[in-house]
């Protein structure tokens, strides 16, 4: 009998420096959108989370799941680790909550980076009043089954962005952002770049000196 459907793959060993993921937490999600041609993004779901809670930065550990069903979610949750950030994929469906309040407690204390969730959460007052990040589709006061199939350390899809384990995961009050594990180094550089050439921006709008040559240029361009 095939063990598709409850397989749990191992890690592979990660390529990411921890300073790297302590700089993506300087830098937004839309910056490093822009860094990556506006291609590399979650699309679709909303910070559940206090306004003021921290960037959300980890790698992704991963888990796909049956629409309404956490079995694998709370395994994933009992082999995380530190600085990981949970991205489940349960098809955008919102008919059961998948996590809520006690799930987000127990990963919090594991040190778990947040919950990136393609469906529904519950206990969404306790999130909001939180520092821990959670990212999710949906509310249900619906209780999740726990009967699987579901698996851990897969590809994934969220949001129109597939997701591998290991990914760097950005999250703010603009939304998610998935960066991959081998491009983290090149993506960081260019992103904090855009950062100061944004800031060098500001500082000439503040002072009237803003000029947008390039406007004209396409406007032209179109016009013939």
């Known amino acids: 009998m095939s063990s598709i459907g409850f397989r749990i793959l191992d890690r592979a060993p990660s390529i990411l420096a921890p300073e790297t993921l302590a700089k993506f937490a300087t830098v937004g999600a839309a910056q490093i959108s822009d860094c990556m041609g506006r291609l590399y993004g979650v699309v679709g779901l909303l910070p559940r989370h ?16 049956r629409p309404g069903d956490n079995l694998m979610i709370h395994k994933a949750i009992s082999l995380s680790q530190p600085g990981e950030v949970l991205v489940v994929d349960a098809g955008g469906d919102l008919t059961n909550a998948l996590v809520g309040e006690l799930m987000a407690m127990e990963a919090q204390r594991r040190g778990m980076a947040g919950f990136v969730i393609d469906g529904a959460v519950r206990d969404v007052d306790v999130f909001a009043q939180g520092d821990f990040p959670c990212f999710a589709r949906g509310v249900s006061h619906r209780g999740p089954y726990k009967d699987g199939p579901g698996e851990i350390n897969v590809p994934v899809s969220i949001g129109g962005q597939v997701v591998f384990p290991g990914d760097v995961i950005v999250g703010d009050a603009d939304g998610l952002v998935v960066i991959p594990a081998a491009h983290a180094e090149g993506v960081l550089a260019d992103a904090l770049k855009k950062e100061q050439d944004e800031a060098k921006t500001k500082e000439k709008i503040l002072a009237g000196t803003y000029t947008k040559p390039w406007m004209d240029e396409i406007l032209a361009a179109r016009r013939g």
Not at 50 to 65: C, D, F, I, Q
């Open 50 to 65: 206090a306004p003021t809670a921290a960037r959300m930065v980890g790698v992704a550990l991963t888990v796909k799941t």
